[in-house]
């Protein structure tokens, strides 16, 4: 039992390079997030998606796009990086419907340096 | 003004302290979540609680919802206790969740 995974835990790209960050958790949780955080701020949420097949914006999408084809996987893709986009993110996952728990489940985070 | 306020933001402790760490809200919530990041990063959650007072080994949380005040304490402080910890409530029904900024705990031998 994994839990949620990340891939990559690393990697730089070039201003204007695109990427895809992928997650994948083995828990059955039907929501899944993305988060970015940056020295001095708290976790901030990128997107977020309740369940397979949606998806909705949270405080800081500009900049990405997310797809999520299957409950178990989700992924965060930048169209054209930039260096404000140098962070780490972490994906999560959380089932409501578990004793009305909201508790999350956080994979290991991926370092990212736009240069 | 944040909606999660911490503090303190930084916290030195000597072996064997006893230590506390506080959370405040200005919104309604249905939890709030407490949270430890080592220094490796990676998340893992703590407690969950909406009222009342938890307890986990030498963790406690607890939360005065009239007050909109929660605080995590530790007992019998360890090195290995040294993280940062994220206070995080779940805003009305919904299962997102508005963070703090965290508080770096460092725990000396």
């Known amino acids: 039992n994994a839990g949620v995974t990340q891939t990559p835990k690393f990697q730089v790209l070039k201003t204007g390079q695109s990427m895809t960050l992928q997650c994948a958790q083995d828990?059955?949780?039907?929501?899944m997030y993305w988060y970015r955080q940056d020295p001095g701020m708290g976790l901030r949420l990128i997107y977020y998606?309740?369940?397979?097949?949606?998806?909705d914006k949270g405080e800081v999408p500009n900049g990405y796009n997310v797809s999520r084809l299957n409950k178990r996987e989700f992924s965060l893709r930048l169209e054209s990086a930039a260096p404000s986009q140098t962070s780490v993110y972490f994906c999560?996952?959380?089932?409501?419907?578990?004793?009305?728990?909201?508790?999350?489940?956080f994979g290991p985070g991926t370092r990212l340096t736009v240069t | 003004k944040n909606e999660v306020e911490q503090s303190p933001q930084n916290l030195t402790a000597q072996e064997g302290e006893f230590i506390t760490i506080n959370c405040s809200y200005s919104?309604?919530?249905?939890?709030l979540h407490w949270l430890q990041q080592h220094p490796g990063g990676g998340i893992v959650s703590l407690f969950m609680?909406?009222?009342g007072k938890k307890k986990h080994g030498r963790l406690i949380a607890t939360i005065n919802i009239q007050e909109k005040h929660s605080s995590l304490h530790i007992t019998a402080s360890h090195p290995r206790d040294s993280a940062v910890y994220i206070c995080?409530?779940?805003?009305?029904?919904?299962?997102?969740?508005?963070f703090g900024k965290g508080t770096k705990l460092t725990v000396n031998p």
């Open positions: 919104v309604g919530i249905s939890a």
């Open positions: 999560a996952s959380s089932d409501r419907s578990l004793a009305a728990s909201y508790e999350q489940y």
């Open positions: 995080a409530v779940s805003v009305g029904g919904s299962e997102k969740l508005v």
């Open positions: 828990m059955n949780h039907n929501s």
């Open positions: 609680l909406s009222s």
């Open positions: 998606s309740a369940s397979e097949g949606t998806t």
